[in-house]
T-cell receptor
């Protein structure tokens, strides 16, 4: 059983399109995250949700909208995709402060 | 705010040599520190974590790290590198609502 699963693994789309990435965790964690990893491997947090409530929004463009229907799911919708959105997006979850985060396998988004 | 800095974006060692990857932290409270490894085209896997129990922390695959408050460091070591250790390594510090990562260190292992 995969602890944190993301779909799709690869996503190739044209500029201007809208796309969604789904994330589910079966660990019973209260907190979920979205991270963006750029071409230089730098990991930047985008959003943090705790019990379906948005906790962190790190100066991410409004085109990015996370949605958490329940505490096991955190989806990421992106409107009007731009070339600069090309990256690997990681979903992660953790329990409470001090514990490690568990990561999904990532979604490689390529905007052409 | 808590943060970590990894010294050296690329480290190259010979197979069998000591691996030393450096990480310094900045935190106003006792930190929770982690090392993760990322193999190509994969997600991040936890190597080890420091949560104030013991300053020397042992992890998977023969890695260990020592927490040194006086030096604000949490360096990762392995006595003898294997080819399979070639990957990207990330140091991270846990905050109340997130986990902040260093810029990563790419480890290359030469035969």
């Amino acid at each position: 059983d995969t602890a944190v699963s993301q779909t799709p693994k690869y996503l190739v789309t044209q500029m201007g399109n809208d796309k969604s990435i789904k994330c589910e965790q079966n660990l019973g964690h209260d907190t979920m995250y979205w991270y963006k990893q750029d071409s230089k491997k730098f990991l930047k947090i985008m959003f943090s949700y705790n019990n379906k409530e948005l906790i962190i929004n790190e100066t991410v463009p409004n085109r990015f909208s996370p949605k958490s229907p329940d505490k096991a799911h955190l989806n990421l919708h992106i409107n009007s995709l731009e070339l600069g959105d090309s990256a690997v997006y990681f979903c992660a979850s953790s329990q409470y402060e001090g514990t490690e985060a568990f990561f999904g396998q990532g979604t490689r988004l390529t905007v052409v | 705010a808590q943060s970590v800095t990894q010294l050296g974006s690329h480290v190259s060692v010979s197979e069998g040599a000591l691996v030393l990857l450096r990480c310094n932290y900045s935190s106003s409270v006792p930190p929770y520190l982690f090392w993760y490894v990322q193999y190509p085209n994969q997600g991040l896997q936890l190597l080890l974590k420091y949560t104030s129990a013991a300053t020397l922390v042992k992890g998977i695959n023969g890695f260990e790290a020592e927490f040194k408050k006086s030096e604000t460091s949490f360096h990762l070591t392995k006595p003898s590198a294997h080819m399979s250790d070639a990957a990207e390594y990330f140091c991270a510090v846990r905050g109340p609502n997130d986990m902040r990562f260093g810029a990563g260190t790419r480890l290359t292992v030469k035969p």
